[in-house]
């Protein structure tokens, strides 16, 4: 999701897994200087397995792979090794990165273990990665887990410091990213996030907006060079999904709002390639045949099975749009004309597949009595109708705000606090633009019993919020919406506007909202509650900053499935 003035107002070439290349063969291997220019990371655990990722860079002319190896240990000196893999290959074909699904080879569950990764040399000695912390899933009986949860992280509208906070956590299991890892934009100066004060010192690269497969590697390879990037990778394993801003803006199966097939070719292949440099930067298990489908599932122990899902690129219908699917009728908008294409059923968010598969995860997890059912998600499911600010700030005050805007920016608020008087969506791109699919979710979510948690990432808020089913009547789940680590948000747009509250009066649903706070999400799951920690960074202009908690929220089961109403703590 790309929030700016306007909007305020099969060709991976992936084999099996790249465990495979510890076995694969190369006649001429490459000889010359190394560095480990992006760091190190860790990914998609299991209670036996780790995901374990690095870029090596040649600095010298390739006529082959770069051989290395690979050393995990119970300690970070390496005094402990516990087990090694010799003989990774980096190739030009995977843009030197590599991916080492290790499962087995004495990693055993709930542990934490170091890592490095070393490139042998010619003297007998090697080139060594940073070191890096990963941790197997707890099997069994647990008694907590913490999740890092984070979102939308835009190079140059500012540093990443709610990545640094991340690596200087005490404890974190695994940090879960919903997407938006990088943004597709290129860096004029009427690109999105470039009117920012640091944005000089961070312009993308490459410098235009990226379209080929060179273009999406580079770009990856430049969030990778960050620090605070590399420390949060180092720290914990990563659990990642993609949203739109990995492929473009407002992406859906069939394309995007932020490509043009007249100037940027086919979106088939636009997508595999922003797919290929995915799955070759991020420390995330292959897919399979269909790339698309990076729905997967991961049990912590009795506590809880967090179900990462896929919202983009697989089965997503066109979103609506007002300007083009709400007529205007004798000088007033058709609601009802617009209300009939919104629930209609054939416009999805996920196909029959990816929800068969929720079924079952969701109904076996409650089953087998885990405490929790996370779902990893990219957009907020809440219902969130536009907000009224001249209920919230009195005429007086909103006739104040009116007057300093922008012509056209003002008539976009009035036209908001107008839509605000109907029952329908302030954001079409989120879970609130297919509502028929939403209720599939929550159906799935009351037959099993279940005690779900939603995460959502992509509006650039902290959202706090309880989920009702479409009658009003039955609580099905909590919602917790991480802000961004830098992308703007509504707030920084309109700054000193209530907006957060303006969300609350206006929404049942909706407990608390802050729209303009960078940070993350620290979730704390436990049998019995899960608390929610709104983490809020001083600045992302400066990387001197200070981390604080903006809330805190706790949520409890309900008897019989579902969840009791939320309470600040």
């Known amino acids: 999701m790309k929030i700016d003035r306007r909007k305020v107002l099969g060709l991976l070439g992936l084999s099996g897994a790249a465990a495979g290349e510890a076995a694969a063969q190369s006649i001429n291997d490459y000889k010359g200087p190394v560095a480990f220019e992006h760091g190190v990371a860790?990914?998609?655990?299991?209670?036996?397995?780790?995901?374990?990722?690095?870029?090596?860079?040649?600095?010298?002319?390739?006529?082959?792979?770069?051989?290395?190896?690979?050393?995990?240990?119970?300690?970070?000196?390496?005094?402990?090794?516990?087990?090694?893999s010799k003989g990774l290959r980096a190739r030009a074909s995977r843009d030197w990165t590599v991916k080492h699904d290790l499962d087995g080879d004495g990693l055993k569950p709930g542990t934490e273990y170091w890592y490095r990764f070393k490139v042998p040399n010619q003297e007998g000695g090697a080139v060594t990665s940073p070191v890096g912390r990963a941790k197997t899933l707890p099997k069994g009986a647990t008694k907590d887990v913490v999740l890092a949860v984070v979102s939308c992280s835009l190079y140059p509208n500012g540093y990443f410091n709610a990545y640094d906070a991340i690596a200087k956590l005490k404890r974190v299991d695994a940090v879960v990213h919903l997407g938006d890892y990088i943004y597709e934009y290129g860096g004029d100066p009427k690109d999105y996030g470039m009117n920012s004060p640091v944005a000089a010192s961070r312009t993308p690269d490459p410098v235009h907006e990226i379209v080929t497969l060179d273009d999406y590697r580079r770009r990856h390879a430049q969030y990778k060079t960050d620090p605070a990037a590399q420390a949060a990778h180092a720290r914990a394993p990563w659990i990642v999904v993609w949203d739109d801003h990995e492929t473009a803006n407002d992406s859906w199966i069939g394309g995007a709002e932020n490509h043009d097939p007249k100037t940027e070719g086919d979106w088939?292949?636009?997508?595999?390639?922003?797919?290929?440099?995915?799955?070759?930067?991020?420390?995330?298990?292959?897919?399979?045949t269909l790339p698309e489908a990076a729905w997967r599932g991961f049990q912590f122990g009795d506590v809880a099975s967090l179900l990462m899902v896929e919202t983009r690129l697989t089965a997503r219908t066109h979103e609506l749009d007002y300007d083009t699917d709400m007529a205007i009728v004798d000088g007033k908008p058709d609601v009802a004309g617009f209300v009939k294409k919104w629930k209609d059923p054939a416009h999805r968010m996920m196909g029959d597949g990816q929800e068969q598969w929720l079924a079952d995860q969701v109904g076996a997890s409650a089953k087998a009595g885990t405490a929790w059912q996370v779902l990893g998600n990219q957009v907020v499911m809440a219902r969130v109708a536009p907000p009224n600010l001249k209920a919230t700030m009195g005429e007086a005050q909103f006739a104040g705000l009116l007057a300093k805007l922008p012509e056209y920016a003002a008539k976009r608020v009035a036209q908001t606090v107008d839509m605000s008087a109907y029952d329908i969506p302030s954001n079409l791109d989120a879970w609130d633009g297919y509502p028929a699919d939403r209720q599939r979710v929550y159906d799935i979510f009351t037959a099993a019993k279940a005690r779900p948690i939603v995460l959502a990432g992509d509006s650039h808020m902290f959202w706090v919020n309880e989920l009702w089913d479409d009658a009003g009547k039955t609580r099905v789940a909590a919602e917790f919406?991480?802000?961004?680590?830098?992308?703007?948000?509504y707030g920084d747009i309109l700054p000193g506007v209530p907006l957060g509250e303006a969300f609350v009066q206006r929404n049942k649903e909706v407990k608390y909202a802050h729209p303009s706070a960078k940070g993350f999400l620290l979730l704390t799951l436990e049998h019995g509650k899960a608390t929610g920690e709104l983490m809020q960074v001083s600045t992302i202009h400066k990387t001197?900053?200070?981390?604080?908690?903006?809330?805190?929220?706790?949520?409890?089961?309900?008897?019989?499935?579902?969840?009791?109403?939320?309470?600040?703590?």
Request: hydrophobic letters at 35%; aromatic letters at 8%; proline letters at 7%.
């Open 42 to 84: 860790s990914g998609d655990p299991t209670t036996s397995a780790v995901v374990f990722w690095t870029r090596v860079t040649p600095k010298g002319a390739t006529t082959g792979d770069i051989r290395l190896d690979l050393e995990v240990a119970a300690d970070p000196d390496f005094k402990t090794p516990v087990t090694s």
């Open 544 to 569: 001197d900053y200070t981390t604080s908690v903006l809330k805190r929220f706790v949520v409890t089961p309900a008897s019989g499935g579902g969840v009791e109403a939320l309470k600040e703590a």
């Open 481 to 489: 919406g991480a802000t961004s680590v830098t992308s703007p948000g």
């Open 268 to 288: 088939a292949t636009r997508k595999a390639a922003a797919l290929k440099a995915y799955y070759e930067w991020m420390p995330i298990r292959e897919a399979g």
